[in-house]
């Protein structure tokens, strides 16, 4: 109680303007907008150099062929999957100690997004593991941390939706990524020694401590795209739900009612 | 805490203001509770009044505007009795998890008598009735020290005998400098002045 | 009448709720029955052969002790909540902190203490090798203190809503992994010679973090679930 006092006093003290116009939904909604009206091209153009550089421009893996190249999916999908939660939490967080509702909707619009980018982690490594393992599912440390993180996931997405009361779902959700938060890190190094301890020696993933240079760069490239693309999918994701939550307000009547005549 | 007792309010509400389903249940609702006052909120079914009281005592946390400031060690008696059907009245008042006090058998047993429960002492509360819960609830107001009582429908399920028995409780309580918040839709019948928050109007008289 | 001392009223509160627990039984041993029942279905899927039983004892115990403690865990502050106790004790002027911890250390003695002294027999049944014992025991205590704990998040942030029970199970699981990896591991390496220590170390201090932090978490989720 005191912390959040105090807490909430340097922020009223420092970062009022910036907390305040966030704090406004018309605000968030017309800069989001803006964003996204020159992010959407640079995301699209990244993703498409960083795919036909991963896809046909770099060399074959000399041990995995051409199938490795699922990487520059897989591994970009995995790296933002994470990185989703940790921002999902933090919002959490931010709507916790500040109360601020557009932390709720940020922190609401993100769940799904990053379910949906776990999930691509996990079927891109299911299709990369038939050719490489020679199974659809193998149970790797990578793979069952990535499968844990995905019911991570859909564990706030179904407490959301359990409540009726949106503030409490959001504020419940919020208290669940952060214990999630801090279990994540045990997670992964639980099922690291979990695996480490049942391995057979068969498994192995090679050629990836070892990455040469004209494989890295389409990866980073391709990472840099995901998290544009993740960035893209969060902001829109956010809009939605700000126009559903203030539906009934002025501005967002005054909004349908101007799309509609650009429509008509 | 500190400060005159005669000067600073026992609880203070400045502009609260709660939005429910899109409906506006009361806005700008400042008031300020003192030692020996009554306060009775009114309104009509759905007006806010449990919710106006939730957010006194400190369980609404959010989902309003507002601040509210309590200086003083408060009992709460809600709508649900508080009571464990497997205990019986006394385990219930002597463990209560409010924590408000070790009280000695014979506090319990003249409270439990105050209430009607004398001789109900020990037999489990699942072979109670309903109003012989919200009794046992209510023995905790002669129980409590504390100053400051906020009573959600107290009269409830509760018979004309409890009803003049616990008027009589509050009139004690706020002539011996206590003060009490509740909502009840009878009229008093008590021997100090009531000051009425009628929600429907959303001004404090 | 005088107010009680922080430690006083946690002890009032643990006598309290293992009082209730006591005047109804059949919600102590319904986790060892439940317990026995699943030990029951293994033989019948797996097949009965002794050695095979023996390969999967350790992790079978350990799944069958995770859930029938997952299963128990929605119902800690359930019927406190239903009949206005949790109200009055979030209202109270003692650290729900420590108000947590007791309701919690209630729960763990009624399953998961009773889990692990009951399961030496439940190993026999699943022909687990005889040195392996202690450690399963120890693991057990141990590992079914932070279920319990993490058990009592999941409670604490359904208790509001109509149909929990499934709900809690989908939060928390995935949070119950590590302490399974750890647990099944110890009792795994006793019954093939390695020392167990280690891994009953780790468990101690999943044990020792998540009294530190859990009851802040479920402290939390019934303040908000009270609200809702």
Redesign the interface.
């Known amino acids: 109680m005191f912390v959040r006092r105090i807490a909430r006093c340097i922020i009223a003290v420092a970062m009022w303007p910036i907390f305040h116009k966030f704090g406004s939904p018309p605000w968030l909604y017309a800069i989001s907008g803006a964003i996204l009206r020159w992010m959407l091209p640079v995301t699209l153009i990244l993703l498409v150099i960083g795919a036909v550089w991963g896809l046909m421009f770099s060399p074959a893996d000399f041990r995995q062929g051409n199938s490795y190249r699922i990487m520059y999916i897989h591994v970009p999908a995995a790296v933002v999957a994470l990185a989703g939660y940790y921002v999902m939490a933090l919002a959490g967080a931010i709507n916790?100690i500040w109360?601020m509702k557009m932390a709720d909707v940020a922190m609401k619009a993100a769940a799904p997004v990053g379910a949906a980018f776990t999930f691509l982690a996990l079927f891109s490594g299911a299709v990369w593991g038939k050719p490489t393992w020679g199974a659809w599912w193998v149970w790797d440390a990578r793979v069952t941390s990535m499968l844990?993180l995905l019911?991570?996931y859909?564990?706030v997405v179904?407490?959301y939706e359990?409540?009726?009361?949106k503030?409490?779902?959001g504020?419940?959700c919020a208290?669940?990524s952060?214990?999630?938060m801090?279990?994540i890190p045990?997670?992964y190094?639980?099922?690291d020694?979990?695996y480490s301890?049942h391995q057979p020696a068969s498994i192995k993933l090679t050629g990836e401590s070892t990455i040469d240079p004209s494989m890295l760069y389409p990866l980073l490239l391709m990472i840099a795209a995901f998290y544009a693309l993740f960035t893209c999918c969060l902001l829109l994701n956010m809009r939605v739900e700000l126009l559903r939550r203030e539906s009934?307000t002025h501005w967002v009547g005054s909004l349908a009612k101007r799309e509609c005549s650009d429509v008509l | 805490m500190s400060g005159d007792p005669a000067s600073s309010p026992l609880l203070a509400s400045q502009s609260l203001c709660l939005i429910r389903g899109g409906r506006e249940l009361f806005r700008e609702l400042s008031f300020e509770v003192y030692a020996g006052q009554l306060w009775q909120i009114e309104g009509l079914n759905g007006a806010g009044k449990t919710s106006l009281i939730r957010i006194l005592c400190g369980l609404s946390r959010f989902g309003f505007e507002g601040e509210v400031v309590c200086n003083s060690p408060l009992l709460y008696l809600g709508h649900q009795p508080a009571v464990k059907a497997l205990l019986t009245p006394r385990e219930n008042l002597s463990w209560h998890v409010s924590g408000d006090g070790l009280h000695s058998n014979t506090q319990i047993e003249s409270a439990l008598a105050r209430v009607g429960l004398s001789g109900y002492e020990d037999v489990p509360c699942h072979t109670l009735s309903a109003g012989q819960h919200r009794r046992v609830n209510l023995a905790r107001l002669f129980l409590s020290e504390a100053a400051l009582w906020l009573l959600d429908e107290p009269f409830a399920a509760i018979d004309k005998e409890g009803v003049d028995e616990l008027q009589t409780l509050l009139t004690a309580h706020v002539k011996a400098g206590g003060a009490v918040v509740m909502t009840s839709h009878q009229a008093l019948q008590v021997n100090c002045d009531v000051r009425f928050l009628n929600l429907g109007a959303g001004v404090a008289a | 009448m005088s107010a009680p001392g922080t430690l006083q009223f946690c002890i009032r509160l643990l006598r309290r709720q293992l009082l209730l627990a006591v005047r109804r039984p059949i919600e102590i041993s319904n986790p060892l029955v439940f317990f026995a029942m699943v030990v029951a279905l293994f033989p019948l899927g797996l097949g009965p052969a002794l050695e095979n039983l023996a390969g999967f004892a350790a992790g079978t115990l350990w799944i069958i002790a995770l859930l029938s403690n997952l299963l128990t865990s929605d119902a800690v502050f359930r019927s406190d909540f239903e009949d206005g106790s949790l109200e009055q004790l979030l209202l109270s002027p003692q650290p729900l902190y420590l108000s947590v911890l007791a309701y919690i250390g209630a729960h763990w003695l009624m399953t998961g203490l009773l889990l692990a002294l009951a399961s030496p027999v439940f190993a026999l049944l699943l022909n687990l090798p005889g040195q392996a014992l202690g450690t399963l025991v120890m693991s057990l205590l141990l590992g079914t203190a932070v279920l319990s704990l993490l058990g009592g998040i999941g409670a604490a942030l359904t208790v509001g809503l109509k149909r929990g029970g499934m709900l809690t199970s989908l939060l928390i699981l995935p949070l119950y992994m590590p302490v399974l990896i750890f647990g099944s591991a110890a009792v795994q390496g006793a019954v093939s010679g390695i020392p167990a220590g280690p891994y009953l170390a780790i468990l101690a201090a999943m044990l020792c973090l998540a009294i530190a932090l859990a009851p802040l978490a479920i402290a939390a989720g019934l303040r908000i679930s009270i609200d809702a």
């Open positions: 916790l109360r844990i019911f991570l859909l564990g179904a407490l359990a409540f009726d009361n503030e409490a779902a504020k419940a208290v669940l952060l214990v999630g801090v279990n045990i997670i190094k639980s099922v020694w979990w301890l009934r």
